[in-house]
Structure formats: structure tokens, C-alpha cells
């Protein structure tokens, strides 16, 4: 079972409502991320989050908008989406100080704009 | 240019047979790690293996191990014995500079590696 949850597993919106996607981890990392992931394509960067402060954001458009509650929580809210928008959501997260430093991914929020 | 490439998009190998997944990559740094990643139909990426660049062994980990060849700027994963479940899409990836995990992951295209009995 993969330690980083995410929900929901799907989503579909239209281009006027918000809703938002949570992902949740308990192995004590404190650095999260988010991806995005188009069918076919590699994961995109958009955010990352260390100790709860944003440190990146990839020229991502407005109508994402990332939250870090705490340490083990990260959100996405979403407002305003486009079609083109829609893909596999996925949340990661890491130790900051790990050598090997590899990412801890969840099963992602597959997400469909009407 | 593409920091990390996958030729290969789609690989086929019968059950119990060895199957080398390509990736070479591109970096001026003298630090960074290398990731292999297996992403099943239900969608969760999954850490495989991983190679740092000042490594002088080639990392294994169970049935899978990379052979890295740093002059060749290549990474490339090799998995013994195959299994069925191990069709999935297969990532290399790369994160350039030291210590810090913080920073961007970089993808290759992948490889869509198929298991037949």
C-alpha cells in the first residue's frame, strides 16, 4: 500500500466550480509535491513545498492554488479549470536532508474538466 | 535539450526473461542522482532504484539493476527474471546537484514494457 494517500481517486468538474484534491503522508517528510501528468506523457512539475513553505512554483496559472496545513497535509484547490486541464494529479513527498532523495509518490487524483 | 532520453517506447519480453530498459541523460553537473520509476495502469509511481553519480558500483535492488556508464552518460535498467507484473511504464529520472532532494525531478518519456507468458 503506497504511504501517500491521495483523494479523491477521480474527479470531474466543470469550468465553473472549484473543488480541491488533498494528499496526505505520515513518514515525516517535509518536503511535498505536486505533479501533473498528461496520458502517455511524463510527470510535470508545478509545486514544491519545504517545511511547509512553498519553494517552487513552476509558472503554474492562478486557478491551481496550493496550501501546505502542516506537515503532512497538502492541498490543490481548484477554481476555473479548462478542458485542457484535465490529467493524473499526483502528490509526492520526500526527506529534505536524504542523500538518495527519492520521491514518494501516491496513486494521484484523476482528474476530468467538463 | 532533452535532459533525460528514453528511445526506447515500447518494449516486449517473455515471462522469466531479462529485459534492459535504455536511458541516457544530459547534465554539466558533476553531482546527481539517477531514478528508475515503474508506473502501473492504476497510476501510483513507484521508486525502482536509484544511482548517484559519484557511485562507483552499480546499484542493484532485488531483480532490478542499473548499469550505469558515466562516460557514456547512460543509466540504463536492467530487470532479471520477468514477471507478469511487471508490465507497467518505466521512467528514468534525473535530479541534478547535491544534497538537497528540493528542486526538479526530471522525466524521460518513458517506457511502455510489456510481460508475456
Known amino acids: 500500500d503506497t504511504e501517500v494517500t491521495q483523494t479523491p481517486k477521480h474527479l470531474v468538474m466543470g469550468m465553473t466550480n472549484k473543488k480541491s484534491l488533498k494528499c496526505e503522508q505520515h513518514?515525516?517528510?517535509?518536503?511535498m509535491y505536486w505533479y501533473k501528468q498528461k496520458a502517455k506523457k511524463p510527470p510535470e512539475l508545478m509545486f514544491v513545498?519545504?517545511?511547509?513553505?512553498?519553494?517552487i512554483n513552476e509558472s503554474v496559472p492562478s486557478r491551481f492554488s496550493p496550501e501546505c496545513p502542516n506537515s503532512s497535509l497538502l492541498n490543490l484547490h481548484l477554481h476555473a479549470l479548462q478542458p485542457e486541464d484535465s490529467a493524473l494529479y499526483l502528490c509526492?513527498?520526500?526527506?529534505?536532508?536524504?542523500?538518495?532523495?527519492?520521491?514518494?509518490f501516491g496513486e494521484g487524483s484523476r482528474l476530468t474538466v467538463l | 535539450a532533452q535532459k533525460i532520453t528514453q528511445t526506447q517506447p515500447g518494449m516486449f519480453v517473455q515471462e522469466k526473461e531479462a529485459v534492459t530498459l535504455d536511458c541516457t541523460y544530459d547534465?554539466?553537473?558533476?553531482?546527481?542522482?539517477l531514478f528508475w520509476y515503474k508506473q502501473p495502469s492504476s497510476g501510483e509511481m513507484i521508486f525502482l532504484i536509484y544511482?548517484?553519480?559519484?557511485?562507483?558500483q552499480n546499484a542493484t535492488e532485488g531483480r532490478y539493476s542499473l548499469n550505469f556508464q558515466k562516460a557514456r552518460k547512460s543509466a540504463n535498467l536492467v530487470i532479471s527474471a520477468s514477471q507478469l507484473g511487471d508490465s507497467a511504464m518505466y521512467f528514468c529520472?534525473?535530479?541534478?546537484?547535491?544534497?538537497?532532494?528540493?528542486?526538479?525531478?526530471?522525466f524521460g518519456r518513458g517506457t511502455q514494457l510489456t510481460v508475456w507468458p
Open positions: 513545498y519545504s517545511y511547509e513553505k512553498l519553494s
Open positions: 509526492a513527498s520526500s526527506q529534505p536532508w536524504q542523500s538518495t532523495g527519492e520521491l514518494f
Open positions: 513518514m515525516g517528510h517535509r518536503a
Open positions: 529520472a534525473m535530479r541534478e546537484g547535491r544534497g538537497s532532494t528540493l528542486g526538479r525531478l526530471y
Open positions: 547534465t554539466s553537473d558533476q553531482s546527481y542522482g
Open positions: 544511482q548517484g553519480s559519484y557511485d562507483e
